[in-house]
Structures are given as structure tokens and as C-alpha cells.
């Protein structure tokens, strides 16, 4: 662009010489009076601009520089509020053991150099150090002031009553930012100054070019047109890939359970370089603590549609999960809710969202619990594929019926009783849940001809071939035919690589429980008990003898002492549903009738069909006063059995007390 003006002084210089041929002194002066006039010209614009440009971005890089150190205070002592609610619990209860390993966590996963916990006399409860929050980098510009290490506190309250303090050094590393920061500031002021020269010198150039420029951009613009329906609808698809991205995934902190899954859509795009998919398939997995237990939550589900309809159903799905989790994990209700009834609200907290779509959006899924303690587990199956068990090589069904609808099914007139599904896993134990793209595979006989999978049993094959491995499944699903639909699959595993397994009682606690198992046969009860204790206070993991003490407790009618021994059974095996009701039944003698009935509903949705359970149920309301969930209760019990004279019995003290309070 600059070799227009050059070239045309020469031509010039060439035809005055051929008239009248210059002096060395002519050709000097002339050269001089030249080279002055270019810097004249810039001395008068350049610099103006070149100082405009700098002023502006030092301004902008100050600004950047306050608001981000605004900004990273504020993060960090929102992130050590956080912290401070967690420890709650255990600066209250005194808890050093669990404090500094949630302390050690929160240091390392953050990076802190050092936390502690002070008590409200600013004691100190607990400190953690972290030696290598700092890299060698950042500890050589910490000599030089550039990288500071910052102190924030939080207080820490329990039930508003402040009892502590959170204290954190967290290093500010905003040195790093601000370098560069300061690179690309230099960098945008020698490009303004080079973009401002080049726009001088083209101005000439676009003046002349500018009907030929408006002439190509006529015709881009019309192929642009074009290419923008399929931008558009890409970018569309693209934005919901990013919507529903945080929302998936393994969020999952476990010792003892594992969980991957793996979610291959059919729809696949291409959008500004980025290879991406979208569909109706989607897997997650959270931590949970419920009554202190901790617990591993998931849910595989696929949404009803292609492409958009069912990212549509995974985006609300997945926003309405969170917030279910978010609310347990936040709040004291959430937290202390029992596994049975968590997987029941949030089932029909989820349907109930499903339903106002009037049938335009249905979900089918797999959405559980897993005890990370005993490895039980509870789960619901929506209208998806069966579960399978892999154990000891062999893969099995875990459902052989259909026992839900989908998510958004609403049958006027039917009303859909939600149950639990438990199952205990054992060490080594893996399930598999996958989407309906598991089994719709378009297949090739012998001859070539294609033709669908009908076997849902193959996919027992394939497990087992696989021998419960998430990526080689899927690869044999491949190598059997071609997916027709979305496809997701989890895996779950308890205990995979052998930690713990069955635990080791102590042989003297097994002696004296078989004593005592033979004097409770023999009726000699007083020497039974004697012995059970005894058992117990050996091995107190050793649940064989509380189950026994309950029912030798529970013969004697020593109810608080049933109900004592019954809690620490359920603690060590909660998947004994039996222990529930006799939970329910020993608080229910004692005038506990919340718990009783706690306890009796958590019963219900494992075995809803429990005939001593629905009528202690029945009394339990009744004592309570609810009068419609007692008459449930008896109603299904007569419908079980007809001719039972205790529901009978209960039947007509509820009919007594409705007539009592039409009467008053």
C-alpha cells in the first residue's frame, strides 16, 4: 500500500531531470525538504493519538486491577462462609477427628496454606497446614511482594448462636493475572497504534476500492444468508449443549462406591470448530448425607424426542435435580430425611414438573440411592430398561415387570403409588443402567439383510462378555449393530476393589451369641440375655445379637429397651425390613406416634403390602388424629385380607372417633 507514494516521486523526479538535470546541491536540498515534511506530518497527528490510546488503557487496566482484587476478596470470603456453615456440626459437637479431615480437604482442593478453626473464646479447635499450596514460582515472587498470603474469617454459628470462627490464609496469586493483563494491554496499544497508521494509509485505497467492496459484500452477504439458517440452528443446539453441560456428569465423592457413565447422543454438530452432540440422554451422580449416613445418588434417564425436544427434557430434568440436591445438601429438612422418603419426594416432585407439560415431554429413568456404609440399595425404575446385577461373573435383571410410568405420564383417574425398590449389594457388586439405545440396534444377518434387535437379553450377553467394563460394553453394542436411538450407560460398583468386604467378628462375640441362640431355643430367656449383652459389648459391629436382643426385648415388652436395640440392629443392617416395623411398633407403645409413623411409612414404601405395618399405621394416625391417612391405611389392610379381626377392630374405633367428632 505504501509503494504507490514511492513510486510516484521517482516519475516525477525523472521528468524535471530530463529538462533541466539538477545539481548534487538541487538533488540534496530536494531530498532534505522531503524527508522533513514526513516527520512533520506525524509530530502533528501520531503522537496525539498514540498518547489518547495509552491514557485509555492505563485507565482500564487500573480499573481491572481494583475491581479483580475486589472481586477475589469477595469469592474467598464467600467461599470461607461456606466453609464455616460446614463446621458447624463439628466445632458444636467437639468433633477434632472430622474437622480436620474435612479441614485437610477443604486446604488441599483449595489450595490454602494453612486453615483453623477457632472455638468462641478464640481458642484454637483445629489447624490444618498445607506445605505445597505454594509453588516454587509463587514462593520466589512472594519474596518480592508480588505474591501475598491473606488472612479471612468467618464466623461460625450453630442453630444463630455464633460459637467460633473459620480462619483462613489463602494466597493471593492475582500477580499472575495482572502480568498478563499488562501483556495484552501492550499488546492492544501497539496494535491500536499500528491498526491507526494503517488506517491513514488506506483511506485512499478504500475511497477508489469502495464500489467493488460493495459489490463483494452484495454477494457475500447473499451467500451468508444461506450458510446462516445452518450457523443458527447449530449455534442454537450449541447453547443448549452449554446449558445442560453443568448439569450432568459425576459429582460423586465416595470410598466405597464407584460410578461412570458414559452418554453418546445421535445428533452430532459441528459448530465454529466444535465438535459437539445433543440429545435426550443424561447421567449424574451426587453426594448426599442424610441423618449423618452418607449416601451416592444417581440418575440415568432419557428425555422423549430427538435433538432439541429431548435436550429440552434433559435442561429441565437436570435444573430441577439440582435444585433437589442443592435444597437437601443446604437445608436441616433436606438433611434429615430418610432414604425411602427422599427417593419418594423427589420422584414426584419430578413427575409432578413432567406432568405440567401435558404429556408433551415424558422422561423414563433409573433414580437411586446407595448406602455408602452397608452398600444397600434403594431405587425406583420409571418405564426404563431393567437394571442389571453383575456379580461373580454372571449378569441378571434386577425387575421383571413394568412398576412405573414415565416422568409426565398423568392417567386421569389413576393415582400411581410410588414404592422403593431395596437391594443389598455385596462387596464386588456392580449395576448397570442404560438407555433403550442399548437394545434398538440395527443388525446384519448371515445373508446381509438388516434387520432390528428384538432380545433384550443380549444385553445380558454383552455385560458379561464385558465382564461389567462400561467402555468395552459399549464398544460390544458397536460391534453387535448400530444404534438407533441415544445412547447412556452408568455403572455402579460397590466395594470393586475388595476394600473391607464382609467384616470379621470376633470369634468370642460368635461364642457367646451361639450360647445365647441356644438358650433362647431352649426358653431359658433370662440366660439368653445375659449372653446377648455379653455378645454385644464384645463386638459391638456384630449385628446377629442385637437382632435377637430385639426380639427377646420385644417378647418382654420392655419397649424402650426394644426400641434401643432396634436403632443400633437397623444402624449396622438397615436393609432388614422387618426392624422397621418393629421400630415403628415399639415407638408407637410408647407414645412416640411421629416416629412410629416415620418409621412405619418408610416400611410402607419398601413393602407397601405389609398387613401389620398398614394397621399399626392406622392406630398410629389415629392416635395422631389424621383421620384420611388412618382410613388409607385400614383400607388397604382389608383389602389385603378382608376377614383380619385387628383391622377389624381399628376399623371401627375410626368409624367411633368420626362419629365422635360429628357429634361435637
Known sequence: MNAQPTESKPASSESGAAQNPPSRTDFKSHTDTGDAHIPQKTSKSRPAWQYIVWAILAVVFVLFVTVFEIYTHYAVKQENDRYAQLMQDFLWNLNTRGAEESLTLI???AGYPSIRLLKDNGQEFIQVRNPDALGTLSKLLRYAALVRINTTTSPVNYRGQPIGQLETRWVNTNIYVYMYALVMVALLGLIARYYLSIIENRRALAAKNSELNQEITERRRAMEQVQNLKIQQDGDYFLMTLLTRPLTGDHHRSETVTVQSLVKEKKQFVFRQRHAEIGGDICISHSLELYGRP???????????????????????????KTIIDRTQQTHQGRHTYPEQWINHTFVELNTVFESFDGSMLVSCVLGLIDDMSGLLYYINAEHPFSVLYRDGRAVFTEDQLSFRKLGVSVPGANQEVWV????????????????????????????????????????????QSEGQIQAIYDRIHACGEPMDDLSLMRLAYLEEGVGGKPDYKPDAIAAYADARKAFLNENYESALQLLERAHALDSTYPEPLRLLTKLLLKSKKYAEVIESALKYHELNPADGDFLYILSYGFMKTGAYRRAADFGERLRLRMPDHLKNLMNLAEVYLALGNIERARKMIEKSLELDTENVRARKIQEKLNASIATGITT
Open 107 to 109: 486446604a488441599h482442593a
Open 295 to 321: 449416601y451416592t445418588v444417581f440418575i440415568n434417564a432419557d428425555a422423549m424426542g430427538k435433538s432439541m425436544q429431548g435436550a429440552g427434557g434433559v435442561l429441565v430434568l437436570g435444573s430441577v435435580f
Open 421 to 464: 425398590r431395596t437391594m443389598q449389594l455385596q462387596p464386588g457388586d456392580v449395576m448397570i443402567l442404560g438407555s433403550d439405545g442399548r437394545d434398538d440396534l440395527i443388525m446384519r444377518d448371515e445373508s446381509g439383510e438388516t434387520y432390528i434387535n428384538e432380545d433384550e437379553r443380549l444385553f445380558l450377553t454383552t455385560v458379561e
